[in-house]
């Protein structure tokens, strides 16, 4: 299990977090669930990394949080995505695909680049 | 996953708790991930291990949490109580606007209050505060000399004195003379006088000040021989030269005598102790007057000096080296003995002695403003006391006192910031007219402004003032007791706690009135007994008028007795102005000359000490028109000239002081003042005495004599005549002109005006000083009313009861009136003693009058007792009306 397992690039965490949030509120474990569901098991989110994440996130106003319960009727916390939360995930999906994008081209290279105009 | 509402309420219950939050995120998310495993076949046991071995270090993600938490309600802090100051302040607004009539009066008794106080503080400001406008003022001091043994407090220094300490002194890093007076500047339009500073050579180094144009004085100027240089002010550069910025280097005429101008001094410049606007300053050696005067004996004291003072010495260091200097200065020159040099700030010698009146005033509108607060603090107290059912229900609701108090707080706030607005508006209008306060050289040295420093003034003032004001009513509504109030409801009798500060407020005010008032009554008792001063002479129907000769085109003394005889002979001619004579110094309006003297025929006096007298030399007509009498012997006659045997005639103090018991007539005095050295003259008469200084102190011996046998280059022309002072300043001018038509007459005035203005500054500060007690007074009479109205309309039920039982409305009256009576003779009682306390500071600002006069406590006591008894008469009527039964039923 801990083979497969990718490190999350720092500020990756928190748009995973937000996109998780984009169908409906959602507790702390459920949300680790849906990312490592949602990657085919690929991306696990530590606990450790995900609650501080949360916390940050909810100070900074992008997500609510409420608490309510769970379907096995415990008492959790829920998350929502706040306007401004969903305006900052578009921000970060439109940042995160410029970057994978030019990585990818990076990554996929045949030849060196040409040489820069000096003029 | 359906978030339940229930749960929101468990925040509300407790307060927030973000540890506690953290706990049980982290424990749900343990959890499920236990009941996980366990439905993947796990032993729970095992499966709480492995849950736990996967989340890792549980603790440093709590403590993170908790971390997080707590910041982030400190933010909820703030903002939530931010949002209430909001919600405050947009009440507040509301309630003040649903009660105008209550708004306008707290704000207009606040802005008076506030305006009064911060048009006195930008005086202050300006004058004791702003340092002065020279390059590191605070090294400046004033240089003077005093002698004790005949109460001289201030007086310039001599000559020699002063080159002393201008060759020697170790504490100055430079020392410099000035002279006044004018000289007459010709060949630029009218011939003017130009008031002139004669300054030696450092002035400008020891006030460091740079010129607009051209060059300061240097060095070289001040020595005999240089060529004769001038510095022209801004403003006479402008208003005469038209600004030429060519004209460093070209000639003017000053006394018919070539000037090569060095350069041009900013209007912003002023000469310390010096008013003029117009003014220019040459070396003191160029001077036609001063140079030669310094050859003059060490006694004569003419000299206004400035230092400054080295880096590295502190006044006080300079003040005890002066010290030393003095006896040494004794030993070298024996006619300095008894005089005692001295330093003092230059500020503190320029402003000299407006300080304690300024200080009165502060004091003054300080106690005004405290009246003032008073009854605001009663009006609100009314209001808290009629909104205790409100304030009840809320505590009820579960506002907690605090929140409460600072609602009110912010109402008064707001009060207190609206007074001082209004109380800014109303400083700026009247600051341009208390410049008056001032002597006209220190307003130029200090214009007055609404700067910063008074705004920040008026600021603080208005937010003690609210916070004076609103403190008691806010103490009264959170300690109530919210349960008796509710049920009582705002109709009910109110507690007894605020009862008493509701009279304590009103004693305070009678106090703060009656010192107050006591204040204004001195000042009142003071002035007019200066005015029924009878100076001695009798001013009514003269008119003088100012005549200076330049000095070198009339050199000599006989040229000035030609002129004056000439002068006088030409106005004696005409029927009208027979009754006119030329002297100088005028009493009271020019400064007095102060001379030694030697009686003959009396025993040497002890070195260092003399006998001084003040000096007029005067035509014979003098004393015929200003009515002063004769008393013994003869007056002058034209007979007594240059070539006739010298006399003088002196004052009745002289001759009591020196000649008891004795005939001065026909004994010899020896005096003189320069040019003449000591002359032996025979008294030949007497006269009553005069107020020669002010009004203000008593007439001290003088010595009058012959303007013939002493003459001056000019002096004042008094007229005594029926005719309108333009008519006579008229008939000057043209006498003089027919003479010399190049000779400027100034300063005409009729005499009466003249000393008028001489005690322009008592009578102001007694207006302001009434202006204000007026104000205290009407404010105290407010708050009393207020007081004791409220009392009345409190107790309309138990006044009821008390006349349904049997009470009279004149019981009923008395029992009202007494109460205020109590009030009031407490309010005298402490106001008396704090004037008795107070009005000591005042001392030097009475003339004629004690600080404990008893008959001005008696008659503002009997004032304020009647103005407060009237006060409480007004609601008394009103509970005498009380009809028993509407006061009965309406509960």
Same mark, same amino acid.
């Given at each position: 299990m801990d083979k497969n397992r990718l490190d999350l690039f720092r500020g990756t965490l928190d748009v995973l977090i937000l996109k998780s949030l984009i169908w409906g509120p959602l507790h702390g474990y459920s949300i680790t669930d849906l990312i490592r569901r949602q990657s085919d098991e690929v991306l696990l989110v530590e606990e450790g990394t995900l609650y501080p994440a949360l916390w940050r996130l909810e100070t900074k106003g992008f997500l609510e949080a409420e608490w309510g319960l769970s379907e096995n009727n415990r008492k959790a916390k829920f998350y929502r995505l706040s306007a401004k939360g969903k305006r900052q995930l578009r921000q970060e999906m439109q940042t995160w695909d410029a970057y994978a994008a030019a990585v990818a081209k990076v990554l996929s290279a045949t030849q060196p680049p040409l040489p820069e105009d000096a003029g | 996953m359906k978030p339940n509402r229930l749960w929101r309420r468990y925040d509300r219950l407790t307060g927030p708790d973000p540890a506690a939050d953290v706990n049980d995120e982290l424990r749900f998310h343990l959890e499920a991930k236990i009941d996980d495993l366990i439905a993947q076949g796990w032993e729970p046991q095992a499966a709480r291990q492995e849950a736990e071995r996967i989340f890792g270090d549980i603790r440093a993600v709590q403590h993170i949490g908790e971390r997080i938490g707590e910041k982030r309600q400190r933010r909820k802090h703030l903002s939530v109580y931010w949002s209430d100051w909001l919600q405050d302040l947009r009440y507040a607004v509301r309630m003040l606007v649903k009660s105008p009539g209550f708004t306008l009066v707290a704000v207009l008794t606040l802005a008076l209050g506030i305006g009064a106080n911060t048009t006195i503080f930008s005086v202050i400001n300006a004058v004791l505060l702003r340092p002065l406008p020279y390059t590191n003022p605070g090294r400046l001091v004033g240089v003077a000399e005093s002698r004790p043994?005949?109460?001289?407090?201030?007086?310039?220094?001599?000559?020699?004195?002063?080159?002393?300490?201008?060759?020697?002194?170790?504490?100055?890093?430079?020392?410099?003379?000035?002279?006044?007076?004018?000289?007459?500047?010709?060949?630029?339009?009218?011939? =003017?006088?130009?008031?002139?500073?004669?300054?030696?050579?450092?002035?400008?180094?020891?006030?460091?000040?740079?010129?607009?144009?051209?060059?300061?004085?240097? =060095?070289?100027?001040?020595?005999?021989?240089? =060529?004769?240089?001038?510095?022209?002010?801004e403003n006479l550069w402008r208003s005469r030269f038209g600004a030429d910025p060519n004209i460093a280097g070209s000639s003017i005429t000053l006394d018919q005598r070539t000037y090569t101008v060095a350069g041009v001094m900013p209007a912003s410049f002023h000469t310390p102790f010096f008013n003029q606007t117009e003014q220019m300053w040459i070396p003191l050696v160029q001077d036609p007057l001063f140079s030669g005067w310094t050859t003059r004996p060490p006694q004569v004291h003419w000299m206004t000096v400035i230092a400054r003072l080295r880096p590295d010495v502190p006044v006080r260091k300079a003040q005890a080296e002066m010290q030393t200097v003095s006896p040494a200065l004794a030993k070298q020159f024996p006619e300095e003995s008894g005089w005692l040099l001295g330093i003092e700030p230059l500020q503190q010698a320029v402003v000299g002695n407006v300080r304690p009146q300024l200080l009165l005033l502060l004091g003054a509108v300080a106690l005004v403003l405290l009246i003032a607060c008073a009854n605001i603090a009663n009006l609100l107290l009314t209001r808290a006391t009629s909104r205790s059912k409100e304030i009840a229900l809320r505590i009820a609701l579960g506002a907690s006192k605090r929140r409460i108090a600072r609602q009110l707080l912010t109402e008064s706030t707001v009060l207190g910031l609206l007074g001082g607005a209004a109380g800014i508006g109303l400083a700026c209008w009247s600051v341009s007219a208390l410049a008056l306060l001032l002597t006209p050289q220190l307003r130029q040295t200090y214009p007055i402004r609404l700067d910063g420093a008074v705004l920040g003034f008026a600021v603080v003032l208005s937010m003690a003032a609210s916070l004076l004001s609103g403190l008691a009513p806010v103490f009264y509504a959170v300690r109530s007791n919210p349960q008796q109030n509710l049920r009582e409801g705002a109709g009910a009798g109110e507690a007894r706690g605020s009862q008493r500060a509701r009279s304590f407020l009103a004693i305070a005010e009678v106090a703060l009135a009656m010192i107050i008032?006591?204040?204004?009554?001195?000042?009142?008792?003071?002035?007019?007994?200066?005015?029924?001063?009878?100076?001695?002479?009798?001013?009514?129907?003269?008119?003088?008028?100012?005549?200076?000769?330049?000095?070198?085109?009339?050199?000599?003394?006989?040229?000035?007795?030609?002129?004056?005889?000439?002068?006088?002979?030409?106005?004696?001619?005409?029927?009208?102005?027979?009754?006119?004579?030329?002297?100088?110094?005028?009493?009271?309006?020019?400064?007095?000359?102060?001379?030694?003297?030697?009686?003959?025929?009396?025993? *040497?006096?002890?070195?260092?000490?003399?006998?001084?007298?003040?000096?007029?030399?005067?035509? *014979?007509?003098?004393?015929?028109?200003?009515?002063?009498?004769?008393?013994?012997?003869?007056?002058?006659?034209?007979?007594?000239?240059?070539?006739?045997? *010298?006399?003088?005639?002196?004052?009745?103090?002289?001759?009591?002081?020196?000649?008891?018991?004795?005939?001065?007539?026909?004994?010899?005095?020896?005096?003189?003042?320069?040019?003449?050295?000591?002359?032996?003259?025979?008294?030949?008469?007497?006269?009553?005495?005069?107020?020669?200084?002010?009004?203000?102190?008593?007439?001290?011996?003088?010595?009058?004599?012959?303007?013939?046998?002493?003459?001056?280059?000019?002096?004042?022309?008094?007229?005594?005549?029926?005719?309108?002072? =333009?008519?006579?300043?008229?008939?000057?001018?043209?006498?003089?002109?027919?003479?010399?038509?190049?000779? *400027?007459?100034?300063? !005409?005035?009729?005499?009466?005006?003249?000393?008028?203005?001489?005690?322009?500054?008592?009578?102001?500060?007694?207006?302001?000083?009434?202006?204000?007690?007026?104000?205290?007074?009407?404010?105290?009479?407010?708050?009393?009313?207020?007081?004791?109205?409220?009392?009345?309309?409190?107790?309309?039920?138990?006044?009821?009861?008390?006349?349904?039982?049997?009470?009279?409305?004149?019981?009923?009256?008395?029992?009202?009136?007494?109460?205020?009576?109590?009030?009031?003779?407490?309010?005298?009682?402490?106001? !008396?003693?704090?004037?008795?306390?107070?009005?000591?500071?005042?001392?030097?600002?009475?003339?004629?009058?004690?600080?404990?006069d008893p008959l001005t406590f008696g008659v503002v006591a009997l004032l304020l007792a009647f103005v407060a008894l009237a006060a409480a008469y007004v609601p008394a009527r009103r509970a005498m009306r009380v009809d028993p039964m509407v006061a009965l039923r309406c509960e």
């Open positions: - | 043994a005949a109460s001289v407090t201030a007086a310039g220094l001599s000559w020699p004195v002063f080159t002393e300490l201008q060759d020697h002194s170790q504490v100055f890093s430079a020392v410099a003379g000035v002279a006044g007076h004018a000289l007459t500047l010709t060949g630029h339009g009218e011939p =003017a006088d130009v008031s002139t500073v004669a300054v030696t050579p450092d002035f400008f180094t020891v006030l460091e000040i740079q010129p607009l144009l051209g060059r300061v004085l240097l =060095a070289g100027d001040g020595k005999r021989g240089a =060529a004769a240089a001038v510095v022209l002010s008032l006591v204040g204004a009554g001195l000042l009142l008792r003071s002035f007019s007994r200066l005015l029924a001063v009878s100076p001695g002479f009798e001013t009514e129907h003269v008119v003088k008028a100012e005549i200076s000769l330049p000095r070198f085109q009339y050199a000599r003394p006989e040229q000035w007795a030609a002129f004056s005889n000439d002068l006088m002979m030409r106005l004696h001619s005409r029927p009208d102005l027979q009754n006119s004579a030329i002297a100088a110094p005028l009493p009271i309006l020019d400064g007095a000359i102060t001379l030694p003297f030697v009686i003959s025929g009396n025993p *040497p006096l002890p070195q260092g000490t003399a006998n001084t007298a003040n000096y007029v030399t005067a035509s *014979p007509q003098y004393f015929g028109v200003m009515g002063i009498s004769v008393m013994r012997g003869r007056l002058f006659t034209e007979d007594d000239n240059d070539g006739a045997p *010298p006399v003088a005639v002196i004052s009745q103090a002289l001759a009591k002081r020196y000649f008891p018991n004795q005939d001065p007539l026909g004994r010899q005095l020896v005096f003189g003042f320069t040019p003449q050295g000591h002359v032996s003259r025979q008294i030949v008469g007497v006269v009553a005495d005069v107020h020669d200084v002010s009004l203000a102190k008593n007439p001290g011996p003088m010595m009058y004599v012959p303007f013939a046998q002493a003459p001056l280059w000019g002096g004042e022309v008094v007229v005594r005549s029926r005719l309108s002072t =333009a008519v006579v300043s008229d008939a000057v001018r043209t006498a003089t002109h027919a003479i010399d038509k190049d000779l *400027p007459v100034t300063k !005409i005035e009729s005499f009466p005006g003249a000393l008028d203005a001489s005690v322009a500054e008592p009578r102001f500060r007694t207006l302001l000083l009434g202006i204000f007690s007026g104000i205290a007074l009407l404010l105290a009479a407010i708050g009393i009313y207020g007081v004791v109205s409220f009392s009345v309309s409190r107790r309309t039920r138990e006044i009821g009861v008390r006349m349904a039982l049997g009470a009279s409305p004149a019981g009923v009256m008395r029992l009202v009136i007494g109460e205020s009576a109590k009030l009031l003779l407490l309010g005298l009682a402490v106001g !008396i003693a704090g004037a008795l306390v107070l009005t000591r500071f005042m001392a030097t600002l009475l003339f004629g009058v004690a600080p404990t």
